[in-house]
């Protein structure tokens, strides 16, 4: 008796408490955010937690605070230098859920939010925890962009969305029955219906009276109820609908799940028109691109800014809007489209239009951007780059990377290093040699090798005779000193004479590299002596600055050589007349005048020029 008894009563409480749990039962909804790391998205799911509250529409009879439309209270008590360990995600795959409430504190559904570290293919498999069959129709996915970095939007867009559209090409293939059939793909497709269903009937909600409310909430405790929404479509069964065909452009990629691309810190604006002299056309360039884009796709599109956290709470309702509205319950969204702001932009699934994005600003071409995506997305599911005259490339060549340089590097000439100086010296040695030893075809026309300077040495002495045997240079001072002996113009000239400089390695004599004393010396009279060899500066051929040259070095060489003896100086300056005049020629060469000085060479140059 006690036994049954006891199984009565065991039986009696698993019902009953069966009865509460199913009563209690709350569904489970699944959020994936995609986005590239320090893109916003730890704060993003901080703020969907923490929801802000909507934002605060002030009477004009009140004073105004200049908060900008932030909500002062809810921004003070959110602190963002701590947030939550679960939204700052550092796994491959991290996970982390929101409990949505009512009113009245009662647990309304739970939001599981997970999210993908990289866009690699290495983390693609680890999509099937968080997007499968039986989950696919309860998900909504986020693609987080960061206006920081606006040049990158497009290229992350078609990342993640490729990774997406791995993701549910995937799902297709499960639960095969045949080459034709599978469960997933018909999950697929019944979604996809769903999806083109809610853009065909969407409408825009009716505004609600901002000024009743706000006078409400200031006066009683009592809030006004807001008008009714009236549908577009009036008629009482589902079968008998009328919907309208989609609009040009959109949803021409439909993957069966509900997708809102996010668009964080967009109060970045500001820095981006300050730092890098962004304009109201490239803001609306922008913002036409992305729409023209989520259009494809059916996504809806957010800006949010922890600057206004309003925009959060709109984000927040939205997702629940399409999460939680089934069809015997609706959740509704009472927000309409905002594109003016630029920093608060709300687009709804299923409101954008081509021609509403041609009224933003006039100029934009959405078939161009329709066909390069197009045409990108084939590149980017091929793992290769896309064109440059895609949507990404035109895109990117008016939105720049400032962090890369405008000449591509393949343009930039290589450095160039300069060769030492005595290494090239060394190596065209030779070469100067040779050209230095061509005959000079200037003054007569005679061939003379003392015309040209050297390499090395004092200036107007030939390489050629260094390498001059001492016969060489006795037969071309006789020959020489022959012509100027016949001249009638220079026999009565002063016993001048003009050393001669020998660059000779084998003649030991002279100081500072000149040589005087062996060689021999040409006087203006015509006269050489015997024992002398050739000279330099008087060969018959040579230019003034030689003769100018060898004339002040012999003067310089006198000098130098005051203190020797009389017999090295009558070797220096033998005379070569046998007039009575000559003997003092040596004592008078240290006090010639500048008048004669002039004199001399206005003969030499009378006689270079014949």
């Known amino acids: 008796m006690t036994s049954t008894q006891t199984v009565e009563n065991v039986e009696i409480w698993s019902t009953i408490l069966t009865g509460v749990a199913s009563s209690k039962m709350v569904p489970t909804k699944k959020l994936l955010v995609l986005g590239d790391p320090n893109s916003g998205k730890s704060t993003l799911i901080h703020y969907l937690k923490n929801d802000p509250g909507p934002q605060i529409i002030q009477n004009e009879n009140e004073e105004s605070t200049n908060n900008f439309g932030i909500n002062n209270n809810y921004s003070n008590n959110i602190p963002l230098d701590h947030l939550d360990d679960d939204a700052t995600n550092t796994l491959a795959l991290g996970y982390s859920f929101i409990d949505v409430q009512d009113e009245e504190n009662e647990a309304v559904a739970r939001l599981g939010v997970y999210q993908l570290g990289l866009s690699a293919i290495e983390y693609m498999p680890l999509l099937k925890f968080a997007l499968s069959t039986d989950t696919l129709a309860d998900s909504v996915v986020l693609i987080v962009l960061d206006w920081t970095r606006p040049w990158e939007f497009l290229e992350t867009f078609q990342r993640w969305i490729n990774v997406l559209q791995h993701r549910i090409d995937e799902i297709c293939k499960e639960g095969s029955a045949g080459e034709s059939w599978s469960r997933g793909k018909a999950v697929v497709d019944e979604l996809r219906e769903k999806v083109e269903h809610y853009l065909q009937t969407y409408t825009e909600p009716v505004p609600v009276n901002t000024f009743n409310m706000a006078a409400s909430t200031s ?7 807001p008008t009714p929404v009236v549908p577009l479509v009036t008629t009482t069964t589902a079968a008998d609908q009328v919907t309208l065909p989609l609009t040009q452009g959109s949803l021409t990629n439909n993957l069966g799940i509900s997708i809102v691309v996010v668009c964080c810190k967009s109060d970045a604006q500001n820095t981006l028109e300050q730092t890098l002299d962004y304009k109201d056309e490239q803001f609306d360039f922008i913002q036409q691109t992305l729409r023209c884009i989520c259009m494809k796709f059916g996504a809806a599109l957010f800006y949010t800014s922890t600057l206004q956290p309003y925009t959060f709470h709109n984000l927040r309702q939205y997702i629940l809007h399409r999460l939680l509205t089934t069809s015997t319950k609706s959740y509704p969204f009472q927000l309409k489209a905002q594109v003016v702001e630029r920093d608060a932009v709300l687009v709804p699934a299923g409101w954008d239009s081509w021609g509403k994005l041609r009224v933003l600003r006039d100029g ?111 037969d071309a001072a006789s020959d020489t000193l022959q012509k100027l002996s016949t001249s009638s113009s220079l026999t009565t000239s002063s016993n001048v004479t003009l050393p001669a400089i020998d660059t000779n390695v084998n003649n030991a004599g002279g100081s500072n590299g000149v040589v005087v004393g062996n060689n021999t010396s040409t006087t203006a009279s015509g006269v050489a002596s015997g024992s002398g060899t050739g000279a330099a500066g008087a060969t018959g051929a040579g230019p003034s600055h030689e003769v100018l040259n060898n004339f002040f070095l012999s003067l310089l060489s006198k000098k130098a050589s005051s203190g020797t003896s009389p017999t090295s100086r009558e070797e220096l300056t033998t005379p070569t007349s046998a007039s009575p005049a000559s003997a003092g020629t040596t004592a008078r060469r240290a006090t010639i005048s500048r008048k004669d000085v002039h004199k001399e060479l206005d003969r030499m140059r009378q006689y270079v020029n014949k």
């Open 219 to 225: 006066t009683s405790s009592t809030v006004v109820p």
């Open 364 to 474: 934009f071409d959405c078939e161009s951007v329709h066909q390069g995506w197009e045409s990108d997305m084939d590149a980017v599911t091929d793992r290769q780059q896309p064109g440059s005259h895609g949507a990404r490339g035109n895109y990117e060549e008016i939105i720049s990377n400032p962090n890369v340089s405008e000449q591509p590097l393949n343009n930039i000439s290589p450095p160039v290093t300069c060769e030492d100086e005595q290494a090239f010296l060394e190596r065209h040695f030779e070469t100067l040699q040779h050209v230095s030893e061509m005959p000079n075809r200037k003054g007569t026309g005679a061939q003379s090798t003392t015309t040209r300077p050297s390499v090395v040495g004092p200036l107007g002495v030939s390489v050629l005779d260094m390498g001059r045997n001492d016969d060489r240079r006795k």
